[in-house]
């Protein structure tokens, strides 16, 4: 059984940082690719970032290329999101997800991933 546990949301001003933390219980972390996603009220859960197994590659939505950095620790069974010059915009819940497929490369795909967290509410107000 995998158990996803997302930390580090809350409320910010326009231009500030959040790190955001998911901690997975389970086996073989370590060889499971890792995504974020997040959903904004009204609005459809889409892609933010994802890393593979051995944090070689990653992928991000174009929304977010430049200011959200994804990595892990495979020590700690941990998966991040570094969010800096967050906007109103990235106002969400974020989500993270295990990709179903071992040694998978990253994907943008919801249907990919087959564990989910509970959620973490970012908001960033102007």
């Known amino acids: 059984q995998v158990q996803l546990v997302e930390s580090g949301g809350g409320s910010v001003q326009a231009g500030g940082s959040l790190r955001l933390s998911c901690a997975a219980s389970g086996r073989a972390f370590s060889r499971y690719g890792m995504g974020w996603f997040r959903q904004a009220p009204g609005k459809e859960r889409e892609f933010v970032a994802a890393?593979?197994?051995?944090?070689?590659?990653?992928y991000y939505a174009d929304s977010v290329k430049g200011r959200f950095t994804i990595s892990r620790d495979n020590a700690k069974n941990t998966v991040y999101l570094q969010m800096n010059s967050l906007k109103p915009e990235d106002t969400s819940v974020y989500y993270c997800?295990?990709?179903?497929?071992?040694?998978?490369?990253?994907?943008?795909?919801?249907?990919?991933?087959?564990?989910w967290g509970q959620g973490t509410q970012v908001t960033v107000s102007s």
């Open positions: 997800a295990r990709n179903s497929l071992y040694l998978a490369t990253p994907s943008s795909l919801e249907t990919s991933y087959d564990y």
């Open positions: 890393i593979s197994w051995s944090g070689d590659r990653t």
